[in-house]
């Protein structure tokens, strides 16, 4: 199962949607939640997200009990759906109460990365610009001379401005990420299907940065048709998501 969903990754990484989709369709029903975030992630990037919201529903229902940060990651997974879903009161209410989870977790002296990359996300969708702005100094702290999780942070603080709406903050840190190795980097195609990055699609800025990247990449595979990783095909990279996933929908199943 890890083996598909890697390969389903590396589809869904170069947009190559029709394939991801024969990749999750062979996985078998009772092994399908191994690959949740991936198939999530599907579903988000053929715009259906409704579905999306409820595939996650009933994988957070049925999953086992565990720690309250994995607890609160998770609810703010569910809360990000809603908010694409158009269930904007539910998805706020649900990222609101995992935060302060977070936060409490974060004050009592736990420093796991992933605490960090949550708060920034959740603060982003409720509009918390000081408290985005307090956790990506934080962060860029605590990794910023680590050279492979260095460029994942810059991925998930780009994530939270985008999803402000300040593409003037996003861009140049996306035009970084571009050219850097780390965990689930960003790809040109992502650029285009992550709807994380929604807000700032009509931004001159990125739509230039989008039209470069893309014609990168095209030119990278005419001259490497057969290398077939996600790295190979995108531009000009040497390289959060998860992901975004940016995001905690972008790097689920991390």
Not at 1 to 7: E, H, N, P, R
Not at 37 to 54: K, S, T
Not at 213 to 241: D, F, I, L, Q, Y
């Given at each position: 199962?890890?083996?598909?969903?890697?390969?389903a990754e590396t589809y869904l990484a170069q947009g190559e949607l029709d394939a991801a989709d024969q990749i999750l369709?062979?996985?078998?029903?009772?092994?399908?939640?191994?690959?949740?975030?991936?198939?999530?992630?599907?579903?988000?990037?053929?715009?259906?997200?409704?579905?999306?919201?409820?595939?996650?529903?009933?994988?957070?229902?049925?999953?086992?009990?565990?720690?309250?940060?994995?607890?609160?990651?998770?609810?703010?997974?569910?809360?990000?759906?809603?908010?694409?879903?158009?269930?904007?009161?539910?998805?706020?209410?649900?990222?609101?109460?995992?935060?302060?989870?977070?936060?409490?977790?974060?004050?009592?002296?736990?420093?796991?990365?992933?605490?960090?990359?949550?708060?920034?996300?959740?603060?982003?969708?409720?509009?918390?610009?000081?408290?985005?702005?307090?956790?990506?100094?934080?962060?860029?702290?605590?990794?910023?001379?680590?050279?492979?999780?260095?460029?994942?942070?810059?991925?998930?603080?780009?994530?939270?401005?985008?999803?402000?709406?300040?593409?003037?903050?996003?861009?140049?840190?996306?035009?970084?990420?571009?050219?850097?190795?780390?965990?689930?980097?960003?790809?040109?195609?992502?650029?285009?299907?992550?709807?994380?990055?929604?807000?700032?699609?009509?931004?001159?800025?990125?739509?230039?940065?989008?039209?470069?990247?893309?014609?990168?990449?095209?030119?990278?595979?005419?001259?490497?048709?057969?290398?077939?990783?996600?790295?190979?095909?995108?531009?000009?990279?040497?390289?959060?998501?998860?992901?975004?996933?940016?995001?905690?929908?972008?790097?689920?199943?991390?």
């Open positions: 199962m890890q083996f598909m969903g890697d390969k369709r062979k996985a078998e029903p009772q092994h399908i939640d191994e690959m949740a975030g991936e198939y999530v992630n599907f579903l988000l990037y053929r715009r259906q997200f409704d579905a999306a919201l409820a595939f996650a529903s009933r994988t957070i229902q049925a999953a086992p009990q565990r720690p309250d940060l994995s607890v609160a990651e998770d609810h703010i997974w569910l809360g990000s759906l809603q908010i694409l879903a158009g269930h904007s009161a539910e998805g706020q209410a649900l990222l609101e109460q995992a935060r302060k989870t977070l936060m409490t977790i974060q004050n009592g002296g736990d420093t796991n990365l992933r605490l960090f990359d949550s708060i920034l996300i959740s603060s982003a969708a409720l509009g918390d610009h000081t408290e985005v702005e307090r956790q990506a100094a934080a962060l860029r702290s605590a990794t910023g001379r680590d050279l492979w999780r260095a460029p994942e942070s810059e991925e998930v603080i780009a994530v939270s401005y985008a999803i402000l709406g300040d593409a003037d903050r996003a861009v140049p840190l996306l035009e970084r990420c571009l050219s850097a190795f780390y965990r689930r980097s960003v790809t040109p195609a992502l650029l285009r299907l992550d709807p994380a990055w929604d807000k700032i699609r009509a931004d001159p800025h990125f739509q230039e940065l989008v039209k470069r990247t893309n014609e990168a990449s095209k030119a990278r595979c005419a001259v490497s048709p057969n290398e077939g990783s996600r790295r190979h095909c995108a531009a000009p990279r040497g390289c959060p998501r998860r992901q975004s996933d940016l995001s905690p929908v972008a790097n689920r199943g991390a």
